[in-house]
């Protein structure tokens, strides 16, 4: 927690994270609020709410962990965890990781997926957004990189993401897909009725926004361009941006497979009557020679090899090496559909693993880039 905190700049105190509403709700700009009924507990505003209204203060407060309660706490721990694995079935023999490589190992597999704090979270749940590299490119040598990247720009990316939830489950609302007739936006109440005339306001919005988000994504291309232009460096940043752009734009046709596919398998969960069992694996018949196809396609690209483990190119490579059948004269061939779905969720993985990489290959290189400016400019 402490980790997350840090990397959150979160302040500790008493050695745990000082976690304010502000913090939680950072990110979350959504104005939409649909009132559950059947809700069990009070959400956190409403909890906030009451507790300020008690009027109580606490002149001592123990911080003596939790753990101190216990007695000899390392055995309880030893024995919940005993709990939780007993049904993991281990490959090869299982042996206990100290503490301090356990803690090492974490913090580089964080740090290997996730961005530099440079950006200030502005990439953690957008992309860029598409721009033609080709055009002439402005002067930006007065941009400052603490601009691009300031607190106000990531709040309109939130923004846009929070934008973007409530127009979907507007469409919803008004396709009685929720079943609601009333709901709150920015203070104001809305019958369903209303729906359509507020839906059609917000993607307007959502079009401007957008399109703000968009324009600084093409300063800051801009202002990295001179920097390397400044630093005599060849045009290295023009080819990661088209290469982005490229792989964004094939991303959902090839996605699209794992979706569908996965659609189509969900009957398998379902009480099913034979034929039609039957009649849905010659169906998806189809998409699963374009899962092969889209597999192929993978392990012969560079961009994947350092992620296809040992066990996922097994994995693909069996499901590759046949055709396999998924049911019987009366039962289905689990052995069978374990390898379908492990290639297809093994698929998936890569997928977005690739999009991570080429992703964050721009902005290591712009990191290097800024590194360098900074040593410049001081």
Known sequence: MNFYAESDNISIKNNLPQVTYQDISRYNKSKLIIKDQWASHPGTVERIERLEKTKITSKQINHTSANEVFRNIEETQKRITEKIFKEVQYQGEVTSEPFEEFQSEYRNVFLNNTFSKRYNGYYDNKNPLHFETDSPIATAENLKPDELFSNEKVDVVYTSISLQNDVATLKQIANKEIPIKMFDYDGKKYKR????????KLKNELVQINEEIRRNDIRIFEFF????????KTTVLKQLYKDFFMFDKAFDSKYEIYTQLSNELRFVNFTTPIDQIKNNFLKIKPLEERLKTGINGLLAENLYQTEISIEIRDSLNLFLSQEWDYF??????????????????????????????????????QEELLIKYDQHTE
């Open 225 to 232: 361009w001179n920097v390397e232009q400044i630093q005599k």
């Open 193 to 200: 009725k209303e729906c359509n005339a507020l839906f059609s």
């Open 328 to 365: 019987g004269f009366s039962q289905y061939h689990n052995d069978n559909l374990k390898v379908l779905f492990g290639a297809l969720n093994n698929y998936s993985f890569l997928l977005s693993k690739g999009y991570f990489i080429i992703k964050k290959k721009i902005l290591d290189y």
